[in-house]
């Protein structure tokens, strides 16, 4: 099950190589978002999260806010 | 949407999923960098400046107003600089030895760094602010920017760009 991590959590484990990935459509993370994250937006998760990202690596995930 | 994103990670045989619940508006609320279309504009954080002097509330007047520069008043800020107050100078102050605490008004009006400078600056217009303090979503202070400067900006950025963001 996920842990849910504030934006300090956040840093450090991005510092220790982990992926950040916001699950908004396209138009809102081009819109804005995180610095160095990249777009998977939740539609697409099944077929893009098995592509993009590694299994045994830590991923974080974020939205817009408490949605 | 991350909860179920989380969740659906897990079901897919992720391992080591976190969730950042708060999102990016409280990574850009905190003045942390972004990138994407909005953060080409100039934002609050830019023009706030971290030279505001700053104070306890059991400071004495007296040895406050001796470090206060070119500010017209001094953020009240706790162990953790967050902000719980302001005080404006006067030049009529005569009770060097008073406390800030008696003296300042609790509670100010505070501004996030990732606001479009453009809605600052017509916010402090309307608010009649100046400066403005701006700080994290938990208080934190991070600076104060003069309505000067912020319109000044949000001018440039206009003729820069050809319209607000």
């Not at chain 1, 190589?17 to 998977?40: F, M, R, S, T």
């Not at chain 2, 897990?10 to 003045?31: C, E, H, I, Q």
Request: glycine share 8%.
């Amino acid at each position: 099950m996920a842990k849910e991590v504030l934006r300090e959590e956040v840093r450090e484990l991005v510092g220790g190589g982990a992926a950040v990935v916001e699950v908004l459509p396209a138009d809102e993370y081009e819109h804005e978002h995180i610095q160095g994250a990249i777009n998977i937006p939740l539609r697409n998760l099944d077929r893009e999260a098995p592509e993009r990202l590694r299994r045994n690596e830590p991923v974080i995930v974020y939205c817009n806010d408490y949605q | 949407m991350s909860g179920r994103a989380a969740a659906r990670l897990d079901g897919l045989g992720f391992r080591s999923v976190f969730r950042y619940t708060p999102g990016k508006m409280d990574w850009a609320a905190n003045g942390l960098p972004t990138e994407g279309h909005l953060a080409r504009y100039p934002r609050l954080g830019r023009v706030a400046r971290a030279d505001v002097p700053t104070c306890r509330v059991d400071e004495r007047i007296g040895d406050v107003r001796d470090r206060r520069a070119s500010w017209p008043i001094t953020v009240v800020v706790d162990d953790h600089a967050v902000v719980v107050g302001v005080l404006r100078h006067d030049p009529h102050d005569v009770d060097r030895f008073a406390r800030v605490e008696q003296a300042m008004r609790p509670g100010p009006i505070t501004l996030r760094p990732n606001i479009p400078l453009a809605t600052a600056a017509e916010y402090l217009r309307r608010m009649g602010l100046d400066p403005a303090l701006v700080t994290t979503s938990d208080g934190v202070l991070l600076g104060a920017a003069r309505r000067e400067d912020v319109e000044r900006l949000a001018t440039e950025t206009v003729a820069r760009t050809g319209g607000k963001p």
